[in-house]
C-alpha cells in the first residue's frame, strides 16, 4: 500500500464561516424563542448541530507531519499540507512524524568471520518516507526499526573480521567507508517495506570481547612489532648493499668474500639493533700475520 494524498480544504476560512453560521444558529434560537417562532427555532438548532458537526473535520497539520486518513477502516489519503485543515468529519486520523530521527542500538556482541567474539554497536539515522506503509504495513513501525536495525548489524558484523591480516581484506576496523555502506544497505532492506528511508548508519562502539580482548592486544602488538621489523630490516639490507657497491665502486677498499660477510654482519648488527652499538677501534691490521 503506498502513500497517496487526501483533498483537504484551508481551515481558517471555513472556521471563519463557522462561526459566523453559529453565531446566526444562536439568534435564530434566541429569536424564535422569545417570539414563539418554532420554524426559526429548529432552524437555529438544526444549524448549530450541523456546524458543530462538520467542526469535526478541523485538523493541524505541522512542518514534517503527515496526517493519515482512515474512512470507516479504509485508507483514504495522507495530508501533508501544513497548519489549519479541514476535511471529511467522518474521518479518523493519525499523526506520523516525517522528521529526521536517530538513535544508537544496544551494544550487541556476536561473533565476527573468524569466530571471536566483539561488541558492536551503531547508530542509526532514518526517516518516515511513506506513512501508508510506515501505518499499515507493520504493526509499530519504530519498534520494527529498534529490532531490524539491530538484526542487520549483527549479520553484517558476521561477516567480516575485527581486523585483518591479509592486505586489502576488508574488516570491520580497517575499511569504515564500506562497511558503512554495507550496513546502511543491509537496514535499508529490511525497512524499505515499512516506508522508512535510512539515511546514514555508522559503527559507534567496536572492541574485543572482555574474554578476549588482552590476548587480541598482545596479538596486535606482536603484529605491530613484527611489521615494524620487517620495515628496518629492508631499509638496512637496502644501506647495506648501497654501502657495499659505493665501496667497490670507488675503490676505497676490497674486501674478499669472508670480510665482506663480516662487514655486512656488523652493519646489520648496527642497523638493525634496539641499543647504540659500542664502537670498538682495530688499530692493527685486518689481516692476521
Not at 469535526?56 to 495530508?79: D, E, S
Not at 542487520?152 to 581484506?169: N, T, V
Not at 559507534?204 to 611489521?227: C, F, K, V
Request: charged share 20%; proline share 3%; net charge negative.
Amino acid at each position: 500500500m503506498n502513500e497517496t494524498k487526501t483533498p483537504s480544504l484551508s481551515g481558517i476560512p471555513l472556521a471563519v464561516l463557522f462561526v459566523l453560521l453559529l453565531a446566526g444558529s444562536a439568534a435564530l434560537f434566541f429569536y424564535g424563542g422569545a417570539n414563539q417562532i418554532h420554524a426559526a427555532l429548529a432552524t437555529g438548532i438544526v444549524v448549530f448541530v450541523i456546524v458543530a458537526f462538520l467542526s469535526k473535520g478541523f485538523f493541524q497539520v505541522q512542518p514534517n507531519q503527515g496526517q493519515v486518513m482512515l474512512l470507516f477502516g479504509r485508507y483514504a489519503g495522507t495530508a501533508r499540507e501544513t497548519g489549519l485543515r479541514w476535511a471529511n468529519p467522518f474521518f479518523a486520523r493519525r499523526a506520523v512524524s516525517l522528521r529526521v530521527r536517530n538513535f544508537e542500538s544496544s551494544k550487541l556482541k556476536v561473533n565476527d568471520a573468524d569466530g571471536n567474539p566483539i561488541e558492536i554497536a551503531a547508530v542509526i539515522v532514518w526517516q518516515v518516507v511513506d506513512t501508508a506503509e510506515a501505518v499499515f504495513q507493520v504493526d509499530d513501525y519504530e519498534n520494527y526499526v529498534h529490532i531490524q536495525s539491530e538484526s542487520a548489524l549483527r549479520q553484517m558484523a558476521q561477516s567480516y573480521p575485527y581486523d585483518s591480516h591479509e592486505d586489502g581484506k576488508p574488516s570491520l576496523r580497517s575499511h569504515g567507508d564500506e562497511i558503512t555502506a554495507h550496513i546502511r544497505d543491509q537496514i535499508q532492506e529490511r525497512l524499505g517495506r515499512a516506508g522508512v528511508q535510512v539515511l546514514e548508519a555508522r559503527i559507534s562502539h567496536l572492541a574485543y570481547a572482555q574474554e578476549i580482548a588482552q590476548a587480541m592486544l598482545q596479538r596486535q602488538q606482536a603484529g605491530a612489532i613484527i611489521a615494524a621489523r620487517t620495515k628496518i630490516v629492508e631499509g638496512a639490507v637496502s644501506m647495506v648493499q648501497m654501502a657495499l657497491e659505493q665501496l667497490s665502486s670507488q675503490h676505497i677498499v676490497e674486501l674478499d668474500e669472508e670480510r665482506r660477510a663480516a662487514m655486512v654482519s656488523n652493519l646489520l648488527v648496527v642497523l638493525c639493533g634496539e641499543r647504540g652499538t659500542q664502537p670498538v677501534l682495530n688499530t692493527g691490521t685486518l689481516y692476521s700475520g
